[in-house]
């Protein structure tokens, strides 16, 4: 078996506002297909971070490697070729309050091909479908959205041209416990359905332990530790144990094992033919 191809690689990161160093010399791997779990504290530069992957962050040094190619020195040509691989769905969800969900979900497809209006409404349709929303949410105005809705419609715009990657900027925050979960199953499917690689910035325990196949810490200006749960939480640093061993990392590692248990004995359960 052969390992992953690397689709993220960032090597000696920098990245400085005026006199504030916020990375320094920080590395990270991602690998096709994981979702990876990007932790910190507040203001710990996970936002720089992705921005500088995404190319809206120009560093002041190190270099960033997106699907084989070094973004910093591509040609502009090859740099937008690779950003169409790439889906962002930012904190706020950032959609265009004057354009319904389905021209917002059209945006990219303008951006980057020209398509026949009645094609880019079909696919519109597809995608608004895959992030969960019912058919007629695309008619709607982001204003006439619940919280949970708008997040699915800038994940809809996000998924628009089938990236290879999806980078998600807090997708969780403001929904409710019920609404986080759904959103986190739908995560799942679509990197099962997409085969999608996931950058995800989260604060949501419930998120990391539910959905994250490794976790990366950043503190200290770099990215501490980047790897499985389990090896996380035993990570020797005041800031993780905080966080993974407070009363709130504890409850969320416990209901994850409390639904695998479920999971698992569903799964072993004799089949009786009814459901
Ligand atoms: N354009 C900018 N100009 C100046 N300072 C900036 C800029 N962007 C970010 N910063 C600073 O960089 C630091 C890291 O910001 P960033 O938004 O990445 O933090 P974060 O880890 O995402 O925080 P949070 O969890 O609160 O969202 C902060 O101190 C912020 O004020």
């Known amino acids: 078996m052969t390992a992953a191809e690397t689709v993220i690689e960032v090597r000696g990161l920098r990245n400085q506002f005026g006199a504030q160093v916020v990375h320094d010399d920080l590395d990270l791997d991602i690998r096709r ?3 990876v779990g990007v932790v ?14 995404i ?4 560093p002041a040094a190190g ?18 070729e690779v950003e169409r691989r790439c889906g962002v769905l930012f904190q706020n969800g950032a959609l ?23 094609m880019m409404e079909r696919f519109a349709a597809l995608k608004i479908a895959l992030a969960g929303l019912p058919e007629n949410a695309g008619a709607k105005y982001p204003s006439e959205l619940s919280g949970g809705m708008v997040k699915r419609a800038a994940l809809a715009r996000s998924i628009a041209l089938d990236p290879d990657i999806l980078f998600l900027d807090e997708p969780t925050a403001g929904l409710d ?9 739908l995560i799942l499917t679509l990197r099962e359905s997409l085969g999608l690689t996931v950058f995800l910035i989260t604060h ?3 998120t990391l332990y539910t959905i994250c196949d490794r976790v990366a810490v950043l503190s200290q ?55």
Do not use: C
């Open 33 to 35: 297909g994981e979702i």
């Open 40 to 53: 910190g504290g507040s203001g710990s530069g996970k936002s720089v971070l992705l921005r500088s992957i």
């Open 55 to 58: 190319g809206l962050n120009r």
């Open 63 to 80: 270099s960033v490697k997106l699907l084989g190619t070094e973004m910093t020195s591509a040609s502009e040509a090859r740099r937008n």
């Open 96 to 118: 265009f309050s004057s354009l319904t969900v389905a021209e917002n979900t059209m945006v990219p497809m303008r951006e980057h091909y020209r398509l026949p209006q009645a």
């Open 177 to 185: 416990p019920i609404g986080a979960a759904a959103f986190d199953q």
């Open 204 to 206: 949501d325990l419930d």
């Open 221 to 275: 200006k770099r990215v501490l530790v980047a790897d499985t749960l389990d090896k996380v939480e035993r990570y020797d640093d005041p800031w993780v144990q905080d966080y993974f061993q407070g009363p709130r990392g504890r409850s969320a590692e416990l209901a994850a094992h409390k639904a695998q248990a479920g999971r698992s004995s569903a799964a072993s359960a004799p089949n009786t033919g009814t459901r």
